[in-house]
């Protein structure tokens, strides 16, 4: 089974800190993605990339960046925490070979920023 | 824009009883729908995924139908059981995309023992 690991279940951070969340696939995924989900709004999409070194804007892109160095490892970056991105943080991958579409999604990373 | 509505936002039923989940869509040019299932405070797990071609996908006692003429899917569940209470998300997959999935807000499930 494909596995996708968010290194943090919580973490807490102060405003102005930079926060890094990451996120690893075992299963050669091209595709990784990063989504916020807030009650009353559902998920949203941040950023994804379908290879190494690319990355594409999703919906919500603003305070966000994101580094994608390895196939396996896609990482989102908060450059200057803020309260407003106290989140649930979810990162999912996925492969358009071999006919299998789907997305398979981390754990997820509750973030409070205080 | 794709949009993707889930209705009832909230549902609780008697232990044992067959349900039905809904989901619709503005857009019928899809590439695949997923339904996943979410455990509070937890990630989404995915249950079903039913391609652009395919009318319905079955897993246990889960089955899932898609219907891109009329842009709906439903999530059939058959004899629930309390372990089945968790939010229900469904998302399609829009075509010409790099894979972007678009969600429903969900239905929550609470089966009742």
């Known amino acids: 089974d494909v596995k996708v690991t968010q290194s943090s279940r919580y973490l807490v951070k102060r405003t102005g800190e930079k926060v890094f969340l990451e996120c690893v696939q075992d299963m050669d995924h091209e595709n990784m993605f990063w989504y916020r989900q807030d009650p009353g709004l559902g998920l949203r999409l941040i950023y994804f990339?379908?290879?190494?070194?690319?990355?594409e804007k999703g919906d919500i892109p603003e305070g966000y960046s994101v580094s994608r160095e390895k196939k396996e490892r896609f990482s989102l970056i908060l450059e200057s925490a803020s309260t407003n991105q106290t989140s649930m943080y979810l990162c999912?991958?996925?492969?358009?070979?071999?006919?299998?579409?789907?997305?398979?999604f981390g754990s997820g990373t509750r973030l409070t920023v205080v | 824009k794709q949009e993707v509505t889930q209705i009832p936002a909230a549902l609780s039923v008697p232990e044992g009883e067959n349900l039905v989940l809904n989901c619709s869509f503005t857009d019928s040019a899809i590439y695949n729908l997923q339904w996943f299932r979410q455990d509070p405070g937890k990630g989404l797990t995915s249950l079903l995924l039913?391609?652009?071609?395919?009318r319905e996908q079955t897993s246990g006692r889960l089955n899932a139908s898609l219907d891109k003429s009329s842009g709906r899917s439903t999530l059939y569940i058959a004899a629930s059981q309390p372990g089945d209470s968790a939010t229900y998300l469904c998302?399609?997959?829009?075509?010409?995309?790099?894979?972007?999935?678009?969600f429903g807000k969900g239905t929550k499930l609470s089966v009742k023992p």
């Open positions: 999912a991958s996925s492969s358009d070979r071999g006919g299998n579409y789907g997305y398979t």
């Open positions: 990339s379908y290879d190494v070194k690319m990355k």
């Open positions: 998302a399609v997959r829009r075509r010409g995309s790099q894979g972007n999935l678009i």
């Open positions: 039913i391609q652009s071609s395919q």
